[in-house]
């Protein structure tokens, strides 16, 4: 059974488009440590539906700013540059943090919201609290990609396996109904990507960060955290929602109080709103504009 | 079918409206709290994600919902406003409360659904009011509608049957 469930999810692998060249680029820039704004700019103005979602996302009543920005620079120096590797991944072809997960009960809404929530509480994470040892582009690039999994076994299961479900880890659950997690196909895709070896350790542990590499434990702790933080502030991925174990293990590579914690679920809830109504009005935007032009 | 209001996390509302809706979606740690005036037929709802507003004190007096202790005093105004500015006193007023589900946790730190539904009902307490039905805690999440016309709180969550409290 397992081998069929493995092959299945090969083939589905095979199907899925690999990333953009813009969007591993940017990836690739954004997690250098000495990147530059210029860097950043250069890469989005080769792409103009990029250019144009930027300057939609800065623009978009969310933020109500005064007078308009109408440079790429100046976008991405309003915005941060981290938000732009989520606006890159967001409209990737591959759909996998924005497809519909009918296996969980949710919606594609759903997916993009929980991996957009969990991207700016590991950016809020790895500023505040990891002591300099992850950099906040990596972990939001990683908070965005840490559920690429869920998309692949979304459709192998089947409508009854929930009826009964058990009090249990949903990772185990998982593996007990197919014989892979979500995040050990995540992993698969990962490598198939070519995304750097912390990302696929990432992907592949974030359930279970202490057995992560001794080079990505701290970020992989930052995506559990993350990760749970999302679930538990209302943006969870349908039927697995707030059926996972956190790992306490996360207070030796993260310095944070509880009452750090509480902050953090407030600061990180009104940083989403904003950005998501923003990203939002921006991609609504295109596909009416889109939609005008392929009717014309 | 009346108006549905949504709620988002830490928005809160009242309606007095014929047949109206209360609704918030999703509730993972947060709690939501709801009063029912039985005398104006006024409901209200609170989507709570935090226990205390001392967190940050200026932010709690723009977004009272957020947090339990600040939300309780805010319902009230709410309902008052929904009905020219009547409320009846505590023992006309019924409460309800649900969500405030946990992570499982072998340390008991990461339990802020737990101090969530505590602190609503410490809150609640001051004012001489306590829950009559509580539908608090457990691994799952909770997305929860509240009838105007029956009081009756509707709850779903993914993979379940609804239920009514």
Redesign the interface.
């Known amino acids: 059974m397992l081998e069929d469930t493995i092959k299945k999810i090969e083939a589905q692998i095979e199907a899925i488009p690999v990333l953009s060249p813009v969007t591993s680029e940017l990836l690739g820039i954004i997690s250098e440590p000495n990147h530059s704004l210029h860097d950043v700019v250069a890469i989005v103005e080769t792409d103009a539906v990029l250019t144009s979602l930027v300057l939609k996302t800065v623009n978009s009543a969310a933020y109500a700013l005064e007078r308009p920005i109408e440079t790429v620079s100046d976008a991405i120096l309003f915005l941060g540059d981290t938000i732009i590797a989520g606006l890159a991944l967001r409209r990737e072809k591959s759909g996998v943090a924005t497809a519909n997960l009918s296996g ?3 919606d594609a809404d759903s997916n993009w919201a929980h991996a957009l929530k969990t991207a700016i509480a590991a950016r809020y994470f790895a500023k505040r609290f990891s002591g300099g040892k992850v950099r906040e582009g990596v972990a939001y690039t990683a908070g965005i990609l840490h559920d690429i999994g869920k998309s692949l076994i979304s459709t192998l299961f089947t409508d009854d396996q ?2 009964s ?1 058990k ?1 249990t ?1 949903f990772i185990d659950l998982e593996k007990e109904i197919l014989g892979i997690s979500h995040a050990e196909a995540g992993y698969m895709l990962a490598i198939k990507w070519k995304l750097p070896a912390v990302m696929c350790d990432v992907i592949r542990w974030h359930h279970e960060p202490s057995v992560a590499q001794d080079d990505s434990k701290v970020l992989t702790y930052i995506i559990h955290l993350a990760d ?1 933080t999302a ?6 991925t ?2 697995d ?6 790992d ?1 293990n996360y ?1 030796k590579y993260l310095s944070i109080s ?2 750090d ?3 953090a ?2 600061e990180i ?2 940083e989403y ?1 904003t950005t998501f109504n923003a990203i939002q009005a921006s991609f609504e935007s295109l596909k009416s504009y889109q939609s005008v032009e392929k009717n014309q | 079918m009346g108006k549905s209001i949504i709620l ?3 928005d809160f509302g009242a309606t007095a409206e014929t047949n109206g809706i209360l609704k918030t ?6 709690v939501a709290v709801m009063i029912l005036d039985k005398k104006t037929r006024c409901v209200s709802m609170a989507h709570v ?4 507003s001392t ?2 004190p200026s ?1 709690a007096m723009s977004l009272p919902g ?1 947090f339990a202790d600040t939300a309780i005093p805010a319902l009230f105004e709410s309902m008052k406003r929904a009905t020219g500015g009547i409320l009846s006193p505590a023992n006309d007023l019924i409460v309800k409360m649900c969500g405030g ?7 008991n ?2 339990n ?2 737990k101090r969530n539904a505590l602190a609503i009902k410490k809150a609640l307490w001051k004012y001489g009011l306590a829950p009559r039905a509580d539908d608090t805690g ?4 909770r997305t929860v509608a509240l009838y105007q016309a029956t009081g009756i709180v509707e709850i779903s969550s ?3 049957e609804n239920w009514k409290i």
Do not use: W
């Not at chain 1, 929602?241 to 956190?246: A, E, G, K, N, P």
């Not at chain 2, 457990?138 to 999440?141: K, L, W």
């Open positions: 969980y009960l949710a929930f009826t479900i009090d880890e749970l679930m538990m502030s209302g943006s969870g349908g039927i929602t707030m059926r996972h174990t956190i306490s207070s509880d009452r914690l509480e902050l679920f407030f809830q009104l709103n | 988002g996390v830490g979606y999703a509730l993972g740690s947060c994600a935090l226990p205390e967190i940050s932010k957020y589900a946990n992570v499982s946790d072998t340390n730190t990461f802020i659904g457990g691994n799952f999440s993914p993979g379940k």
